[in-house]
């Protein structure tokens, strides 16, 4: 069941002649999905969740199935020089209806406005049609007056969200070259920011995080409002440093400037993971899931939750729903065949581990599954522990060693392990609270490390993570709306404006000199309807009073339709036939 005021952005189909700028479609795309997620009231679908369908082309109401949303947005973007052309559909996804269609021809120096035009226009048309919700006069402010640094911008991130190795460098390159172009923009410090603090907390140069403080630091200096920079710098505080107060205090900042950044609320997630606190971890994912139904990453975090629940079989379930959407996501992967491991299911190990067979991670998993049911000799086992010590280059991510030994019954070099890696705070061993070999929690070394980890004094306190709707105070006292419902009601009798086929809440309430939010407000709560169906309820009489006129016999019902104001057949009928149970030609018979 969809949430009636509710919307998915699906990737813009770049079709310029330059496949190179895929980059800027993906980033138009993501522009607009931030610009809506601003709005109260209205749900957005995540990008992650959006982007499932670049590359698998499916029918509305499909998407609006999986994503729970009434509408969705399709566009393309042909980019060429300086000048650029959208075209762009909202359509309902209970009936495939297109709602509005509208192409735009601008050029670069335009990309912030048109941005802007963009997301009020679809924000506006998803009141007219499933009711209120207030809208600022602008959604988007031009983070930069460079657009050249803007365009490196969307290419550094493209880059970045590709998360691998060679490519998370590229990002850092490019995000360094639009600081270069525009020290004033701030988005880029985040961007670089992040990619330090990730490198920084899962590789072997933890000087990085001082670099990505830096950045984090001077980005927050230009924009202290940004979700996107507290959520870096709340990564930093939690993946580099073990600060759990401190990642707490920005990643929570983050969700209260923009309550739809399910990245934020996932890393609230892991957060609360790691400290032992498996109910609130719970809430969070389930509130980014809520929002970004399609991501494998938090359909994996969920499972993550499981695993050190101990609840093998239950974690294996969305682990496995995680690879059906991204089949190379590793750390879904990884839990799958640990919760075979645990489970001891060896021939469902192997099967899924033989899928990947040419992946460098293939070697490891298949010597963990040896160990478990051959038990090496000590000689052999050191050899197998070096080698592969020795083969792993850059980012390794999970704590493989640690698993090594505790699955051959090595306690004191597996206790050893956790805490030469707690004291370098590596990420890999942030969630080892929950380390599934209960035995080796027991030891001395073990309950030592939990005891500084996780001192009272470093902890969050428990902030709730149901997210509660609260509602908005009345814009207009009662008898100021009594009063404007006398003007509106005035001006639809004699003015007749829904007979103007392009009239929308905003031309209306030009109208009776009243704030669009204002007026769409006053129609939702004091009259129970959308914009849509008060003025098609006028066309309607309207439109009846001349069905019924012997002056007009002449004239086509469709034509009597489009002089009430209806802007097509489809429209007219459907709206007729829901509220008169009859077809018009039908209900024109029985009344003559």
Known sequence: ???????????????????????????????????????????????????????RRADVRI???????????????????ERIRITTQLIRTDNGFQLWSEVFDRQMNDIFELQDEISVLIAEK?????????ISDHLIEAPTKNIEAYNLYLKARYYHLKWDGDRIERAIEIYQQCIDMDPDFSTPYFGIGFCYTMLGSWGLDRSLLKKAEEYLEKGL???????????????????????????YENYSKAVSINPNFTEAEEALSELYLAIGDFDLSMKHIENALRINPLSANHIYTKGNILFYQGKFKESLKYSLESIGIDPTFLHAIKEALLSYLFLDEKEKYIELLEKYKDHPFYDVFA?????????????????????????????????????????????????????EEVARKSGQYIFFKHFPFKSLKKLPGYQDLLRTVFDAERMPGKVGANREIIDERAPLTPSEATEYLGTLNQCMEERKPFKYQELS???????????????????NQSLGKNFNDYVNGYRLEAFKKMALDPENKHLTLLGLAYDAGFKSKSTFNDYFRKHEGLTPKEWVKQNK
């Open 1 to 55: 069941m969809f949430q009636q005021k509710s919307i998915a952005v699906l990737p813009f189909e770049s079709i310029s002649s330059d496949p190179e700028n895929e980059y800027f479609s993906d980033g138009m795309t993501e522009e607009i999905i931030n610009a809506l997620s601003k709005i109260d009231g209205l749900r957005v679908t995540a990008r992650t969740s959006s982007f499932v369908f670049k590359s």
């Open 221 to 247: 200096s230009l924009d202290r409002d940004s979700a996107y920079g507290y959520f870096s710098m709340g990564a930093l505080k939690f993946w580099g440093d073990w600060d759990f107060k401190a990642g």
């Open 63 to 81: 998407i609006g199935n999986e994503l729970g949303v009434s509408t969705v947005l399709e566009g393309s973007i042909r980019k060429s020089g």
């Open 126 to 134: 998803i009141r007219e049609n499933f009711g209120h919700i207030s």
């Open 367 to 419: 010597e963990l599954h040896r160990i478990k049911y051959e038990t090496p000799d000590q000689d052999e086992f050191s050899r197998v522990i070096e080698t592969i010590d020795s083969r792993i280059d850059g980012l390794i991510l999970w704590p493989w060693k640690f698993y090594f030994y505790s699955v051959s019954g090595k306690s004191a070099e597996a206790v050893k392990a956790v805490q």
């Open 505 to 523: 809440l905003r031309s209306l309430a030009g109208e009776i000199n009243l704030h669009p939010n204002k007026l769409s407000w006053l129609l």
